[in-house]
């Protein structure tokens, strides 16, 4: 598992990168002068690169296997709406 995360958090770091030089890019040749971009409406972008890092520990929080001691049945089945 440690490498997994090694290559995770690598991955992520080279798309963070290629992602800045993206970005860069598009600010410098959006055709729209009056409406320039900014580094601010890709805010949302940066956010799912940065879930992607997290994603690990969310994975390393699962249950158990039922062999290896864990619940035979986990309910996945949101609530109804009130």
Not at 33 to 45: G, K, N, T
Not at 66 to 72: A, F, K, S, Y
């Amino acid at each position: 598992m440690m490498q997994n995360e090694e290559q995770r958090r690598q991955f992520v770091n080279e798309l963070w990168r290629r992602f800045e030089e993206v970005q860069q890019w598009a600010v410098e040749h959006w055709p729209d002068a009056e409406r320039p971009l900014s580094s601010a409406d890709f805010v949302e972008a940066r956010k799912e690169i940065l879930a992607l890092g997290t994603m690990t520990s969310e994975l390393n929080r699962q249950a158990p296997e039922p062999e290896d001691g864990g619940p035979q049945y986990v309910d996945v089945t949101p609530a109804p709406w009130p």
